[in-house]
């Protein structure tokens, strides 16, 4: 059931969809003092196996240090190359790619080539600045302030709901996608279903109505939930998850933790999704998608296991490329838009949403591009 029964007010403005200034102030102030989901475990399950990502002008890199996971900036403190430009892999050290200096799990130095050149050793300027890391299921996320609050804090709200990332359901694949918009058009549209009819004429079809679908709203959370139909696909469904051992709940959950983590959850999948803001008008959806395994170990359950994964992809990425190709549009009206705007009830989240954007990006900000490494935030221990 909706909370609100009257329209509401559409509380951004053009502006904020466009402006370098507003850009700045969501990198300061929504981005760098979250946490990030970045990966599965699973794609870093062996010592060595490395991932690379480019995200909130900050360089990444997630390494398998002999079964221990940490996250560096992906710049080597020598002559600022990148470590790697290899966007995964596996490697026997962490070397820069330019010099070949060797880093260990604390960020500190290893091997480095023609070491006496550069005595006497400045060892606070040769190491790595090291960024916080912790799990949740099988989700790896990533912060890039010095002193952030807890994963399980943060992550309170759903923390339950996601500790099930891993387990009965196994990472399938991740996929992601520039789009020239601004990261909140995405990101508000995937918190109402009054587009669904339009946009979505193929796979959901239509919205629930009000009686089945409802709304969580709080300062930092927001959720939706429906239960699907038991038409033939919802049947089939249930069928499925039965014979993979796993309770039928038929329900669908949506759950945004601000200002961009989103769990989707029904029977047979998990996905979260996370959209990441490049440039005022320009963002990139990053989704990291797993499908039901369940507990049954036999071929039949196996072979359920592999069709299910491979359809529940393909409609995954059809409804991801139905909503990507309305983004475009929706900035360009925007950006020259003359209308306040206006919100109806079924898109009461993204109220929610806007004002909680509004509340933390007040004023003139900018982001602090000068990343120091101290001993406070774990690099280079004595």
């Known amino acids: 059931m909706f909370t609100n029964q009257h329209h509401l007010r559409h509380l951004l403005r053009p502006h904020h969809y466009a402006s370098e200034e507003q850009y700045r102030a969501e990198l300061r102030h929504l981005f760098q003092p979250v946490w990030h989901p970045l990966a599965a475990k699973s794609e870093l399950a062996k010592p060595g196996d490395f991932l690379t990502f480019d995200l909130l002008e900050t360089p990444t890199i997630i390494r398998n240090f002999d079964g221990e996971l940490r996250a560096f900036l992906n710049v080597c403190p020598h002559r600022h190359s990148r470590l790697t430009d290899k966007a995964k892999g596996n490697t026997e050290k962490l070397r820069c790619q330019y010099h070949g200096w060797e880093f260990n799990k604390d960020g500190g130095t290893g091997k480095i080539p023609d070491a006496k050149a550069f005595r006497p050793w400045d060892r606070d300027t040769a190491c790595l600045r090291r960024f916080q890391l912790d799990t949740c299921g099988d989700l790896v996320f990533v912060n890039f302030s010095d002193n952030p609050r807890p994963l399980r804090e943060w992550l309170s709200p759903v923390w339950d709901a996601w500790q099930d990332y891993g387990g009965a359901y196994r990472y399938a694949a991740t996929w992601e996608k520039d789009f020239p918009c601004n990261w909140k058009v995405v990101l508000e549209n995937s918190l109402e279903s009054y587009h669904i009819p339009q946009v979505h004429p193929y796979t959901f079809k239509d919205f629930p109505p009000e009686e089945n679908a409802w709304h969580e709203l709080t300062d930092q959370f927001t959720s939706f939930k429906t239960v699907q139909p038991r038409d033939f696909g919802g049947r089939m469904q249930e069928w499925i998850v039965r014979r993979l051992g796993h309770p039928v709940t038929n329900e669908y959950w949506h759950r945004v933790l601000h200002p ?92 929610h949403f806007q004002k909680y954007v509004l509340d933390n990006t007040r004023g003139p900000r900018e982001l602090q591009q000068v990343l120091v490494p101290t001993e406070a935030n774990g690099v280079c221990p004595g």
Request: glycine letters at 10%.
């Open 260 to 351: 961009h983590a989103t769990g989707s959850t029904l029977d047979p999948f998990r996905m979260m999704q996370c959209v990441f803001p490049t440039g005022p008008a320009s963002c990139r959806y990053r989704c990291i998608f797993f499908t039901l395994r369940g507990h049954r170990a036999n071929p039949f359950a196996w072979v359920l296991f592999r069709t299910l994964r491979a359809i529940a992809m393909v409609i995954g990425k059809k409804v991801f490329a139905e909503d990507g190709s309305i983004y475009g549009s929706v900035q360009r009206g925007m950006e020259c838009s003359p209308h306040a705007g206006v919100i109806g009830t079924r898109e009461e989240r993204v109220y």
